[in-house]
């Protein structure tokens, strides 16, 4: 199947999830999250796909099958219904300072067979939903398109950390490989290297608009963690998409109502740079506010906010608690 190429967000509490999938496997999740962010935004699906939420608050998908291969000559069925099997067995593991979850990823998958039109169906229990859909902890940005086309599910996740990113980062060698879900495999810190990291950063280089730069850190005489340089690569870059990045570059009124915009910056001194520093709040409001409901909003909490230690956090703080509350409301889920 064709893939349409479209920049898809990815909560980054899945993007950091402790999981190991095959190639097959991550095109299901890419998938899910594709379909997630058409139901966010509002979006009509194309009319092979299909959601439905039931009573229950689960979320039941249908896929076409051809939509998890990358080409007509990909006609690898058996690999998909065991990548099915295998995300019926797996459970998406998350934690922090403040929770752990451990959580079965998908039920009752079941693949209709049609000839080329073969579709598979399954449900997404309430609580996974909202760890796709929950960006309050923050989202990295890919093209769809690329990250359909990995061969290797390590570049994937690389890919996927590093997507959009512009500072430096270190992870642990016991880190990285909990995020990719590798266990005990790999003791040697030189095998993990040179079967994990290598072989991503090849593919990475070779199609995709980011890659790295890494540098082993050593403690004493053993490598413990790894240095990581985002490396952007604009000649891999869908030209339509980087049109579209440009010209929201181009103003931080793309997602900021002129009324709104004028009233932080006049009544409160907000600058430029502190408004870019918050747009993926602004676009997040934009896409689920009116402009007159955020102008009344901020309104409201004018006098709040003036008599605040801090005005302009409790603003900013203020529009994320707002955009936290429409996201339940509209979703019917606990965005924790």
């Given at each position: 199947?064709?893939?349409?190429?479209?920049?898809?967000?990815?909560?980054?509490?899945?993007?950091?999830?402790?999981?190991?999938?095959?190639?097959?496997?991550?095109?299901?999740?890419?998938?899910?999250?594709?379909?997630?962010?058409?139901?966010i935004?509002?979006?009509?699906?194309?009319?092979?796909?299909?959601?439905?939420?039931?009573?229950?608050n689960?979320?039941?998908?249908?896929?076409?099958?051809?939509?998890?291969?990358?080409?007509?000559?990909?006609?690898?069925?058996?690999?998909?219904?065991?990548?099915?099997?295998?995300?019926?067995?797996?459970?998406?593991?998350?934690?922090?300072?403040?929770?752990?979850?451990?959580?079965?990823?998908?039920?009752?998958?079941?693949?209709?067979?049609?000839?080329?039109?073969?579709?598979?169906?399954?449900?997404?229990?309430?609580?996974?939903?909202?760890?796709?859909?929950?960006?309050?902890?923050?989202?990295?940005?890919?093209?769809?398109?690329v990250?359909?086309?990995?061969?290797?599910?390590?570049?994937?996740?690389?890919?996927?950390?590093?997507?959009?990113?512009?500072?430096?980062?270190?992870?642990?060698?016991?880190?990285?490989?909990?995020?990719?879900?590798?266990?005990?495999?790999?003791?040697?810190?030189?095998?993990?290297?040179?079967?994990?990291?290598?072989?991503?950063?090849?593919?990475?280089?070779s199609?995709?608009?980011?890659?790295?730069?890494?540098?082993?850190?050593?403690?004493?005489?053993?490598?413990?963690?790894?240095?990581?340089?985002?490396?952007?690569?604009?000649?891999?870059?869908?030209?339509?998409?980087?049109?579209?990045?440009?010209?929201?570059?181009?103003?931080?009124?793309?997602f900021?109502?002129?009324?709104?915009?004028?009233?932080?910056?006049?009544?409160?001194?907000?600058?430029?740079?502190e408004?870019?520093?918050?747009?993926?709040?602004?676009?997040?409001?934009?896409?689920?506010?009116?402009?007159e409901?955020?102008?009344?909003f901020?309104?409201?909490?004018?006098?709040?906010?003036?008599?605040?230690?801090?005005?302009?956090?409790?603003?900013?703080?203020?529009?994320?608690?707002?955009?936290?509350?429409?996201?339940?409301?509209?979703?019917?889920?606990?965005?924790?």
């Amino acid at each position: 199947m064709k893939i349409t190429n479209k920049e898809v967000l990815q909560s980054y509490i899945l993007t950091t999830a402790k999981y190991d999938y095959s190639v097959y496997e991550k095109r299901i999740l890419y998938r899910i999250i594709e379909i997630l962010q058409f139901l966010i935004e509002g979006k009509k699906l194309n009319e092979k796909y299909s959601i439905q939420i039931t009573t229950q608050n689960d979320y039941d998908f249908q896929i076409p099958l051809s939509s998890i291969l990358v080409n007509e000559k990909d006609e690898n069925y058996t690999r998909i219904k065991n990548a099915f099997k295998s995300l019926q067995k797996k459970i998406i593991e998350y934690e922090d300072n403040k929770t752990w979850l451990s959580l079965n990823l998908i039920e009752r998958p079941e693949i209709t067979k049609n000839g080329g039109n073969s579709y598979a169906s399954f449900r997404v229990s309430p609580m996974i939903a909202e760890c796709f859909m929950d960006f309050s902890k923050g989202f990295r940005k890919y093209e769809l398109k690329v990250a359909m086309e990995f061969e290797s599910e390590y570049s994937m996740r690389f890919y996927e950390l590093l997507s959009n990113k512009k500072t430096p980062i270190n992870y642990s060698i016991e880190n990285l490989k909990e995020i990719f879900g590798l266990g005990d495999k790999y003791k040697l810190t030189a095998n993990f290297i040179n079967k994990v990291i290598v072989p991503a950063k090849k593919e990475l280089d070779s199609r995709s608009p980011y890659t790295f730069h890494y540098e082993p850190i050593k403690t004493g005489r053993k490598i413990t963690s790894i240095h990581f340089v985002p490396i952007y690569q604009p000649q891999f870059e869908d030209e339509n998409l980087k049109k579209q990045k440009l010209n929201k570059q181009m103003s931080n009124k793309w997602f900021i109502p002129k009324n709104v915009y004028d009233f932080l910056i006049h009544n409160f001194n907000f600058t430029d740079k502190e408004l870019n520093n918050n747009l993926n709040l602004f676009e997040n409001l934009y896409n689920n506010m009116s402009e007159e409901a955020l102008l009344d909003f901020l309104v409201d909490i004018r006098f709040f906010a003036s008599n605040a230690d801090n005005p302009k956090g409790f603003i900013i703080g203020s529009l994320k608690k707002k955009a936290e509350q429409i996201f339940e409301q509209k979703y019917g889920l606990n965005n924790k």
